[in-house]
């Protein structure tokens, strides 16, 4: 039957520490039950704690006839599945961000292999950072264009490669991503609208795991570095510290019109559940009101970064995703499992996601986990590693 060669890849996979499974857990609020052992949550990207915030759950059904909302689509936006609340919601996202246009997507996932296929053609160019997420890549891949990856947060690189290229093609895009997903760190948005400017390119951001969580009103970072307007495709995720699904670009209306016609991934797909979309609407304009959630989420993460490296573990980024880098991708599954022995769920990022000897425990931090949950962890990391073997930075 033709098995025998995905039993040997399987087992490779299995011989290089990265043998993947599906997990049967169990959730009850920032904590987690993996059989009989109920830990710390803190693999989850529910940043601000919503998903189990009963009060917003009860203020949700106060405000909205949620049986009169189907619980599916049933159909492709472009045909029958195009709720009023798709209307609503993107309406709102263009008040939020100053934009003239939103467009709603199934997911980030949707959104990041269907734009830029969309936009770009084999006259252009896309010029990428080196970290951006999958999504991104498998995109770049989908389009026509020709595609340059710069070094991880080098704009000097950046600049060289479009002062020897730009020229050549008619359009050029760059892409990056605000906060990076495994180191944490965070993208100078406003140095790269400057450099978009100087060199007549567009700019696509992938906010993922900054809306909600960064900015006063959870806008995400172009909120913070004040630099919204210059962003000329600014893409966010609902299913991370909105805890709903879905995800979102704004942009102008030209672009918007353009999206709708050509987008494949917007186009052959069944529409989010309209309950769903009113769901993230609630959620979007309540999300000011988590500002002192965001400030414990940044306060907690420089907590352990700063214990972290008092240990003389290897961490990196400044956000509320805090690496510990273990090297190979055993000693990975080793801190994985003695923290999850000591009650902390934190799983391990092996390669090919991160690179060779980069292995690392990636905690996600949620600002509902009481203080004191924190305090365990970090009393677990000050006092437990001291003698457990392979666990303390990366391999010779």
């Known amino acids: 039957m033709g098995e ?20 049967n857990l169990e959730h009850n609020g920032f904590l987690i039950s993996d ?49 009023e609340y798709y209307g609503l919601l993107e309406n709102d996202l263009c008040d939020w961000y100053g934009k003239e246009a939103a467009l709603v997507f199934n997911s980030g996932y949707h959104a990041n292999i269907g734009i830029l296929p969309a936009l770009a053609g084999k006259r252009d160019l ?10 991104l890549i ?15 947060l080098d704009l000097e690189q950046l600049r060289s490669i479009l002062l020897q290229h730009r020229e050549q093609y008619d359009q050029v895009f ?10 944490g760190d965070v993208a100078p948005l406003q140095e790269l609208c400057e450099i978009k400017k100087e060199f007549d390119a567009f700019l696509y951001v992938d906010e993922a795991h900054a809306v909600g969580v960064r900015g006063t009103n959870g806008l995400g970072c172009a909120e913070e570095q004040a630099c919204m307007e210059d962003i000329d495709f600014l893409v966010g995720t609902f299913g991370k510290a909105f805890a709903s699904v879905g995800a979102f670009v704004v942009c102008n209306e030209l672009f918007r019109e353009y999206l709708v016609n050509t987008q494949r991934s917007l ?23 988590f500002y002192d959630a965001r400030i414990k989420l940044a306060g907690m993460a420089a907590t352990l970064r700063g214990i972290l490296q008092e240990k003389g573990f290897e961490t990196r980024g400044a956000s509320h995703i805090v690496p510990f880098i ?13 923290l999850q022995e000591n009650g902390f769920f934190a799983l391990p990022v092996r390669y090919p996601t991160v690179p060779k000897n980069q292995a ?34 990366s391999e010779d």
């Not at 039993?7 to 299995?14: G, S, V």
Request: overall charge negative.
């Open 4 to 23: 025998e060669r995905y039993r040997y890849k399987l087992e490779k996979i299995r011989e290089a520490g990265n043998y993947r499974l599906l997990r």
């Open 360 to 393: 690392r425990i990636r905690f996600s931090l949620n600002a509902a986990i009481p203080d004191e949950e924190y305090a365990c962890l970090f009393d677990f990391l000050h006092n437990g590693l001291e003698d457990e073997p392979g666990v303390a930075g």
């Open 138 to 152: 498998d995109g770049m891949r989908l389009s026509e264009a020709e595609m340059i990856r710069y070094q991880h």
């Open 35 to 83: 059989g009989e052992r109920e830990m710390l949550n803190l693999s989850s990207n529910d940043y601000l704690g919503l998903s189990s915030n009963p009060k917003l759950l009860q203020d949700f059904y106060a405000q909205t006839d949620v049986k009169a909302l189907p619980y599916s689509a049933v159909s492709s936006r472009l045909l029958s599945g195009n709720h």
């Open 174 to 183: 760059i892409v990056t991503e605000s906060v990076f997903s495994m180191d």
């Open 267 to 289: 186009i052959f797909t069944t529409g989010l559940p309209p309950v769903n979309v009113a769901w993230t609407r609630f959620v979007l304009n309540r999300m000011p009101e």
């Open 326 to 338: 273990c090297g190979s991708n055993e000693n990975s599954l080793e801190m994985a499992g003695l």
């Open 126 to 135: 896309i010029v990428a950072d080196k970290q951006v997420h999958a999504s």
